[in-house]
């Protein structure tokens, strides 16, 4: 991975390119969490503890199998569900959305608030290939970089 100014690095994800504040991590989602229905990874940089970060950058990059249709999947219950788990809260969210268009593709930009945390996210469906690109933080802490973060995010 390319180092840029400021302790950024550059990650060559799976279809994907995007800059994190440090090195980057990667797992494959397990079989066991998709039900055999779809396959994927993610590369994500925390700050703070593994086990209780104050921020997360994640790019998540998903293949559904050919019978199934990637755009038309219900984006919103999915990062609902993403941000409970991360805030470890099932309080309601506000929710703001908009479309937006990355690399030529369409997608949503999702805002999230709700249970002490706050996220952020971009999601491009490419036929089968599903991307999702989170920075999510603590509301107390103010040091997330998300406009830098998905300004560098690009399709391979």
Do not use: C
């Not at 104050?54 to 998903?62: M, R, S």
């Not at 809260?89 to 937006?100: E, G, K, M, P, Y």
């Amino acid at each position: 991975d390319a180092v840029v100014a400021d302790g950024w690095q550059t990650y060559q994800g799976d279809g994907y390119v995007v800059d994190y504040p440090g090195a980057a991590m990667y797992e494959k989602i397990p079989d066991s969490q998709t039900y055999g229905l779809y396959s994927g990874g993610i590369s994500y940089y925390t700050v703070g503890s593994d086990t209780n970060p104050q921020a997360v950058y994640l790019a998540e990059h998903i293949t559904f199998p050919s019978y199934m249709n990637a755009s038309s999947f219900d984006y919103t219950t999915f990062l609902k569900e993403m941000l409970s788990l991360y805030s470890m809260s099932s309080s309601n969210l506000a929710i703001t959305q908009h479309d937006i268009t990355v690399d030529g593709k369409s997608g949503l930009y999702f805002s999230m608030e709700g249970g002490g945390s706050a996220a952020e996210s971009e999601v491009v469906a490419v036929g089968n290939d599903l991307y999702l690109v989170m920075a999510a933080h603590q509301t107390s802490d103010t040091t997330l970089d998300s406009q830098r973060f998905f300004q560098s995010f690009h399709l391979r």
